[in-house]
């Protein structure tokens, strides 16, 4: 059964610092992993997506690493801002040797970036 | 990536009664998923919604407690039936245009049951 977890599960860093966030997944059968970010009582905003024979993705300050054979992720956010603060989540989308539409969510780490 | 809009934002409901949740996407879309947020805790899905045909829930979610409609392409309904404290949750919809792409949600819609 796929489990996936994010370490830290809090964050807090001055800004402008350079910070990374991790996840972690048991099973390395997937088809991608996306993060999202999620702000207080909203829904998800999706950051990058990464298929599962790809290394990295990069989107401005964001830059997404997969090592499916570890089952790791990481997310980097280079000079963090106060407006990058949020909870992020990371999810997989498993192969169960076949088609499947379901994503599997870590418990998100929640990031504070301080003035 | 289609604008994808759900209503109402947040409800408060009395124990007993149904809420139907509704999702527009303002382009047509191969699949379309509804996912449960718990307090606390991470986002689970309850079931794919196929269009013109019954929906396909997940382990521990029924049809008779979360019916969902898929009428085309760009618009799902979910209901929440006979609610008890325990539904309270944040409710969002998802859309993916099918392969291997994206997966692109809704705002949510915050239920609180009283």
């Known amino acids: 059964k796929q489990e996936v977890t994010q370490i830290p599960a809090a964050l807090s860093v001055p800004e402008g610092e350079n910070l990374v966030l991790n996840c972690s997944f048991t099973d390395s059968a997937i088809y991608n992993l996306q993060w999202f970010r999620q702000d207080p009582g909203k829904g998800l905003t999706s950051l990058l997506l990464?298929?599962?024979?790809?290394r990295e993705q990069t989107s401005g300050r964001l830059n997404a690493s997969l090592d499916k054979s570890s089952g790791r992720s990481t997310l980097y956010i280079a000079a963090s801002q106060p407006g990058d603060s949020a909870t992020y989540l990371c999810?997989?989308?498993?192969?169960?040797?076949?088609?499947?539409?379901?994503?599997?969510f870590g418990t998100g780490t929640l990031l504070a970036v301080q003035p | 990536s289609a604008v994808i809009s759900q209503k109402p934002s947040r409800d408060i409901c009395q124990r007993g009664t149904s809420l139907t949740i509704q999702c527009q996407v303002d382009?047509?879309?191969?699949?379309m998923f509804w996912y449960r947020q718990q307090p606390g805790q991470s986002l689970t899905l309850i079931a794919t919604a196929n269009q013109g045909s019954e929906a396909t829930y997940e382990s521990g979610f029924v049809i008779d407690k979360f019916p969902i409609s898929r009428p085309n392409l760009t618009f799902s309904t979910l209901t929440v039936s006979n609610m008890s404290p325990e539904d309270s949750s944040i409710y969002l919809c998802?859309?993916?245009?099918?392969?291997?792409?994206?997966?692109?949600f809704g705002q949510g819609t915050r239920l609180t049951v009283v």
């Open positions: 990464i298929q599962s024979s790809q």
């Open positions: 999810a997989v989308r498993p192969d169960y040797g076949g088609a499947t539409n379901k994503l599997i």
């Open positions: 998802s859309y993916r245009r099918g392969g291997n792409t994206e997966a692109f």
């Open positions: 382009s047509q879309v191969t699949m």
